[in-house]
T-cell receptor, first 114, second 117 residues
Framework: GNSVTQMEGPVTLSEEAFLTINCTYT??????LFWYVQYPGEGLQLLLK?????DKGSNKGFEATYRKETTSFHLEKGSVQVSDSAVYFC?????????????FGQGTRLTINP | GAVVSQHPSRVICKSGTSVKIECRSL??????MFWYRQFPKQSLMLMAT?????????EQGVEKDKFLINHASLTLSTLTVTSAHPEDSSFYIC?????????????FGEGSRLTVL
C-alpha cells in the first residue's frame, strides 16, 4: 500500500539553526511528493512539491529532493526563523477513482525559539 | 493561489444533534473534494471523496450514515455529522481538486473544529 513516515516530533530549534525533517514513503507506481505546512489556527498550505525522481522542490528557503533510490523526501532549511514554527506534513499523491488523493505522514511540530 | 473556505470554523453542539459543515471553492470549480479528520497531534485521516453529482466514496471504517456528504455543485460540498456524540469531536478539514487545471496540488480549507458536549 501507500504510506508516508515522518520524523517524530516535536522539534525545537533556535533561530538560524539548520533544519532537517525526515520523510520516507512506500508507494506503488510513481507518486508525486509534497510538503504541506499548517500554521497555528490555519489550514494546510502547500510548501513545495516534486513530481519525479531527482526533482528538487523549493520555497521560502525550504528544499526537498525526490530520492527514488532511498524513497525519501527530506525537508531542509539552512537557517530557520521564528515564523517557521508550524506543523509540517509530508505527503504523496495517488490517483484513486479518477481523482488525486493525498496520503499524509503523521506531521512534525516545529518550534523555533528566538 | 486558489481559495477554499470552510464554515463554520468552530461549532459547539449538544450530543444527539446534527451539524453541517460547508466547504466552498471560491475561485475555481472542483469536481472532487475531500473530507479529512484530524485528531490532536495526529495526521489527517481521509474520510471520504466527494464527487459532484454523484455519491461520495467513503474510506474503510468511516460510517456513511454518520457522516453525510453532499456535493451538489462544482463549488460546494457539505459534511453533516448526524446524531453527534462527544467522540465525534475533532478538527474536520476539506480540500478541493481543481481537476483539469491541477498541477498536483490540492487546496485546503481552514478547518472546522467540532466540539460535542
Amino acid at each position: 500500500g501507500n504510506s508516508v513516515t515522518q520524523m517524530e516530533g516535536p522539534v525545537t530549534l533556535s533561530e538560524e539553526a539548520f533544519l532537517t525533517i525526515n520523510c520516507t514513503y512506500t508507494a506503488t507506481g510513481y507518486p508525486s511528493l509534497f510538503w504541506y505546512v499548517q500554521y497555528p489556527g490555519e489550514g494546510l498550505q502547500l510548501l513545495l512539491k516534486a513530481t519525479k525522481a531527482d526533482d528538487k522542490g523549493s520555497n521560502k528557503g525550504f528544499e526537498a529532493t525526490y530520492r527514488k533510490e532511498t524513497t525519501s523526501f527530506h525537508l531542509e532549511k539552512g537557517s530557520v526563523q521564528v515564523s517557521d514554527s508550524a506543523v509540517y506534513f509530508c505527503a504523496l499523491s495517488v490517483v484513486g477513482q479518477g481523482a488525486q488523493k493525498l496520503v499524509f505522514g503523521q506531521g512534525t511540530r516545529l518550534t523555533i525559539n528566538p | 493561489g486558489a481559495v477554499v473556505s470552510q464554515h463554520p470554523s468552530r461549532v459547539i453542539c449538544k450530543s444527539g444533534t446534527s451539524v453541517k459543515i460547508e466547504c466552498r471553492s471560491l475561485d475555481f470549480q472542483a469536481t472532487t473534494m475531500f473530507w479529512y479528520r484530524q485528531f490532536p497531534k495526529q495526521s489527517l485521516m481521509l474520510m471520504a471523496t466527494s464527487n459532484e453529482g454523484s455519491k461520495a466514496t467513503y474510506e474503510q471504517g468511516v460510517e456513511k450514515d454518520k457522516f453525510l456528504i453532499n456535493h451538489a455543485s462544482l463549488t460546494l460540498s457539505t459534511l453533516t455529522v448526524t446524531s453527534a456524540h462527544p467522540e465525534d469531536s475533532s478538527f474536520y478539514i476539506c480540500s478541493a481538486d481543481p481537476g483539469a487545471a491541477n498541477t498536483g496540488e490540492l487546496f485546503f480549507g481552514e478547518g472546522s473544529r467540532l466540539t460535542v458536549l
